[in-house]
């Protein structure tokens, strides 16, 4: 498993969630690629960013993950979901308590 | 895209951009080679040649496809990109060859030279349409070849 968390858009300039979702439901690219009915070698690339899913696609993943597209690609880059659910304090350095 | 054959027992991987670019290199170079004998030696090389070139379109349709078979959405927009990106091209190579038909008879420097300068300048547009034809065949799926990232092991 690898490239979790997209740090660029890669050649399609849309940065997506896939690789975290499918990581999150403990599923593989194989299994998700036939759930898509779709290549795997075509999962690797809509998840480092190398390829822009066609409207159907991009639907059909938004299905499969219970979620609406906008919550799986962005034109802008995904906040990590740690700062999404407790905001800020979560990025900030651990601070050790040994004083 | 097939990636991984097994040949004589051996498994030999065409999953990196860098390998598939050798095989097109050689591919072509082996065609280049049996179209210049060609040219030269008609009669003894045209059955070798038609082997050769026939093993060859089978190794790049092994890997690359025919260009009929169904893919995925994104194997399709690959593959259509590159029979548009190779019959552009081809076209020119198509009107080169017609152009060589028709001037051939008329250009002064053909008409006065050595037998040996006529017969190649008689045998100059054949081996342009051979090459044409090679191409047509060849290149959309040596272009899939050439372009594609390197991939994930099958």
């Keep these: ?99 | 895209m097939k990636t991984n054959f097994v040949l004589l027992g051996a498994r030999v991987s065409f999953a990196s951009r860098q390998s598939r670019r050798w095989l097109v290199a050689l591919v072509y170079a082996g065609f280049a080679a049996t179209e210049i004998a060609w040219f030269f030696q008609t009669r003894t090389v045209t059955p070798i040649a038609i082997v050769i070139g026939f093993l060859s379109l089978l190794v790049l349709a092994a890997l690359a496809g025919t260009g009929y078979e169904p893919g995925d959405e994104r194997e399709e927009h690959r593959r259509d990109h590159a029979f548009y990106t190779a019959y552009r091209p081809l076209a020119w190579v198509l009107v080169t060859a017609l152009f060589a038909f028709g001037v051939r008879g008329l250009v002064p420097v053909v008409t006065f030279a050595s037998p040996d300068l006529r017969a190649f300048f008689d045998q100059l547009p054949y081996a342009v349409l051979v090459a044409g034809g090679i191409l047509y065949v060849t290149l959309p799926q040596v272009i899939l070849l050439w372009t594609e990232p390197d991939l994930e092991d099958e």
């Design chain 1, 1 to 99: 498993m690898n490239n979790v968390s997209q740090k660029s858009p890669g050649e399609s300039g849309i940065y997506n969630r896939i690789a975290v979702l499918r990581v999150e439901r403990g599923i593989t690219r194989q299994q998700l690629a036939d759930a898509m009915d779709v290549n795997y070698q075509t999962i690797g690339f809509l998840e480092r960013g190398d390829y822009s899913p066609s409207l159907k696609l991009a639907m059909s993943l938004g299905e499969y993950f219970g979620l609406p597209v906008e919550a799986i690609f962005s034109k802008q880059p995904f906040q990590p979901l740690s700062r999404q659910v407790y905001g800020n304090a979560a990025m900030r350095p651990a601070v050790k308590e040994s004083q």
